[in-house]
């Protein structure tokens, strides 16, 4: 009788051992990032005033962020160590609201077009002193694994 209780408790303590140590080998798991490793080079910044027009406004020159957040960098890109950029037009409505906003170009094509795209709509921007702006450009740069922007 005491054998098979002494061998209960052995069985009962390694399973009690096992629930607290699962759980924190699992949030452990979870909280180690993954390292971003390149395996395309970034191609080289694209002239962004040259996509313009002298009429056109162009990023940091008349705009004044209130509401700005970058995109994040796509999960499948960043896994696969792709980097890249996107020229996003956007018109600038008298109210500081993004209007008409489209991807004017972006390399790799189709790696960082939509998450662009998306974030730079909920931008808002103060309101413009000379009125509404239009054909502003920014371009958004995809490069080791972070998001940032370019001039």
Known sequence: MMRGLR???????????????LPICILTACATKTVFVPKSSYPADPWVKGYASDQDCLGGEK???IEFD???Y??????SGRQGWAIIRLDVDAQGQTQNVDVERALPIGLFDTVSQKAVQAWSFAPPDDGPLFNCRVLLR???GTVSLGS
């Open 74 to 79: 796509p999960r499948r890109s960043f896994n």
């Open 70 to 72: 970058l995109p994040e």
């Open 142 to 144: 995809y490069r080791g």
């Open 7 to 21: 061998r209960l408790v052995q069985i009962s303590s390694r399973a009690g051992f096992a629930v607290c140590i």
């Open 63 to 65: 705009l004044a962020a």
